[in-house]
């Protein structure tokens, strides 16, 4: 597609549950990009991969949360045993490269519900 | 850890030019100034960037002090949908991290 896609848009789940959010970046752009957005807050980033690598974890708020992406493509970020706190839109962006001074390109996320 | 301080809130008048500034008083002389915005339940969209001259894009422009310790975005005729929560972001190319602070909410009022 011409734009960033996430999916699901929207996921209702028990906590303790798994879950997995997927991002397709625009093709070719070597970076993306992982921020979670919680209810009128602004943006926190979690993790960025440079090609299928993620040089820059620390983002990740704890052990629970993976993200992986493959053929320098798909990203999918993975949540296990689901809390409450972990309610949040997920955004996903990609850049034509790391660094340098290209825009982001965002997703329109996925809203994360942890009953 | 943002390096910038904006406005909470701020209101515009429909037609009228919306300023919308921000303060990076401890910018690099290698970080450029980037401006984002994110209208209600969507991701958030590029608006327009600059180093030390001033910028104009069919979106908006962008005013940059000459000591560059600020900026200021401009929306020449602001419109209903210009409604948004504007992010003032400083970066380098050298680095990945876009960190976004909580923005200004913009309300473009009829």
């Known amino acids: 597609g011409a734009g960033v896609s996430q999916s699901p848009s929207n996921k209702v789940t028990e906590k303790g549950k798994d879950v997995e959010l997927r991002c397709d970046p625009i093709?070719?752009?070597?970076?993306l990009y992982w921020y979670r957005q919680r209810l009128g807050q602004g943006l926190e980033f979690l993790i960025y991969?440079?090609?299928?690598?993620?040089?820059?974890k620390s983002g990740l708020p704890s052990d629970r949360f993976s993200a992986e992406r493959t053929g320098e493509s798909v990203s999918t970020l993975t949540i296990q045993r689901t809390q409450q706190e972990d309610s949040a839109v997920y955004l996903c962006?990609?850049?034509?490269?790391?660094?340098?001074?290209?825009?982001?390109?965002f997703g329109e996320g996925s809203r994360l519900t942890v009953l | 850890d943002a390096k910038t301080t904006q406005p909470t809130s701020m209101d515009c008048a429909e037609g009228r030019a919306a300023n919308l500034p921000c303060n990076h008083s401890?910018?690099?002389?290698?970080?450029?100034v980037y401006w984002y915005r994110q209208i209600h339940s969507q991701g958030p969209q590029y608006i327009i960037h600059?180093?030390?001259n001033n910028e104009t894009n069919e979106m908006a422009s962008l005013i940059i002090t000459e000591d560059r310790k600020s900026s200021t975005l401009i929306l020449p005729h602001a419109t209903l949908r210009d409604t948004a929560v504007y992010y003032c972001?400083?970066?380098?190319?050298?680095?990945?991290?876009?960190?976004f602070g909580t923005g200004t909410r913009l309300k473009v009022l009829a």
């Open positions: 962006a990609s850049s034509l490269e790391v660094g340098g001074t290209g825009e982001l390109f």
């Open positions: 093709s070719g752009h070597t970076a």
């Open positions: 991969f440079q090609g299928n690598s993620a040089p820059d």
């Open positions: 401890t910018i690099s002389g290698n970080e450029y």
């Open positions: 600059g180093l030390k």
């Open positions: 972001i400083v970066k380098s190319s050298g680095t990945y991290k876009y960190i």
